[in-house]
């Protein structure tokens, strides 16, 4: 085992990310929950197990610690984060620090929970809490050049809800924080009822979903457009494509069919004439609005579902979400009021720097998309500038990494012996100063 060093944690409701700072990518990203397929007898698999070549991912039951973005169960955490450091990083606790990432704004009652496992349960030495908009800003202002701008505005499209967070000089400014109500979960669920209602019945398939969604949605530049190519019928339709379910004996994984008839969409102009049209005008108005007859009967015999449409419906939900019928305003809104909050002297500044990051963020023209939607909200004499990081999943971790590394980090950890002295709460305070 490793005998010292400090742990980087980066403790996402879907994904754990773990490894020991310095390092520029963690040893073991694996999903944060336990899960048992229904034809299983075995154990629950915990982390990495569920990512196993024999593993039977059809109809899993999931559970999972986190619950709308926080901690809820510690009990079952702690089998994950036993899993990751005794089975996959094969480190002491007693002889390591912590960083941890946690999310924002998380209830005293869960960092008093967050606290008891790392220091009573798991035995760590140290203990060091971040939040995951100013170690993306740290790792990007890393690879700038120097005397570069100090503030980001860093959008985070995690796993149960998307932040726009200002970040200045490595804090993140909590007043001018805007949270969007969707995230990673959320977009999986709406692809399960679209599936089952148009196609076959998968509501207890979340990881085959997971997976689809992953590999086939995308981002529409032109949702009117699109709307009327996704009604075409065969090779005339761009979006259709065809997932293949796993029947558990020549393949246990979820596959795309077809990868070229997947890509064909790439192939279609940067539309623009219709791209500002709300999405519910278009669905509600539409003379040839599509009907259940028109689609392609599913043969039930075989083992796949075809996807049109559903491919950019579901991502669409973050930019416009009160199309969809939930009362929540788009991402690019939720930017402005979280950069209008801010003092007037950074706007400008705040615009040119936005930073995406989290796995939402890889679909296909989301940058893109994000900057059309933000252009006509932005003044004139602004610029609007959107990086998406290198690997959006991993850019948090490579963050704390970064700052487990620096030769300041013991100074900012809260030892076993100051928690067992004066408690949590008098503790966390130091990382909130």
Not at 250 to 278: N, R
Request: proline share 6%; glycine share 6%.
């Amino acid at each position: 085992m490793s005998s010292s060093g400090v742990v980087v944690l980066d403790n996402g409701g879907g994904l754990c990310k773990a490894g020991f700072g310095g390092e520029r990518d963690p040893a073991a990203v694996v999903p944060n929950c336990l899960g048992r397929s229904s034809s299983s007898i075995r154990k629950w698999l915990v982390a990495d197990q569920l990512l196993a070549p024999d593993a039977d991912v059809t109809s899993v039951s999931l559970r999972r610690p986190f619950d709308r973005g926080y901690l809820v169960n510690p009990e079952l955490e702690r089998e994950v984060w036993e899993r990751l450091l005794r089975s996959l990083l094969r480190v002491d606790p007693s002889r390591s620090s912590l960083l941890l990432v946690e999310p924002l704004f998380s209830p005293p009652a869960v960092q008093r929970a967050t606290d008891e496992l790392v220091f009573e349960d798991l035995g760590f030495r140290a203990l060091c809490v971040a939040d995951s908009p100013a170690l993306v800003h740290l790792y990007e202002a890393s690879r700038r050049p120097p005397g570069g701008a100090q503030c980001s505005l860093v959008v985070d499209c995690g796993f149960s809800f998307t932040h726009a967070a200002p970040v200045v000089d490595n804090f993140t400014l909590n007043y001018g924080v805007r949270r969007l109500d969707l995230g990673g979960k959320a977009l999986t669920n709406y692809l399960k009822e679209l599936v089952s209602y148009r196609s076959v019945n998968l509501m207890d398939e979340t990881l085959i979903i997971d997976d689809a969604k992953e590999k086939l949605c995308l981002v529409s530049l032109d949702v009117p457009r699109d709307l009327r190519l996704a009604r075409r019928s065969g090779k005339d339709n761009p979006f259709r494509c065809t997932y293949v379910l796993p029947d558990g004996i020549t393949h246990t994984k979820g596959y795309v069919k077809d990868l070229e008839e997947a890509h064909k969409y790439l192939s279609l102009p940067d539309g623009s004439s219709t791209a500002q049209c709300g999405l519910k005008e278009v669905i509600e108005f539409q003379d040839d609005t599509e009907k259940p007859e028109d689609r392609r009967r599913i043969d039930l015999t075989k083992n796949e579902f075809n996807l049109t449409n559903e491919r950019f419906l579901v991502p669409e939900m973050l930019f416009c979400p009160a199309d969809l019928g939930m009362n929540q305003a788009g991402l690019a809104e939720c930017i402005v009021r979280a950069i209008s909050s801010c003092h007037p002297h950074l706007h400008p500044v705040l615009f040119e720097s936005i930073i995406l990051t989290g796995g939402s963020t890889l679909f296909p023209r989301f940058a893109e998309r994000l900057e059309r939607e933000l252009r006509p909200l932005v003044p004139d004499n602004y610029q609007v500038k959107i990086t998406t990081q290198e690997d959006p999943i991993l850019g948090v971790w490579r963050g704390g990494s970064l700052l487990a590394s620096s030769p300041d980090f013991e100074s900012m950890c809260i030892t076993k012996s100051e928690y067992e002295e004066i408690g949590s709460i008098r503790c966390r305070r130091r990382f909130f100063r």
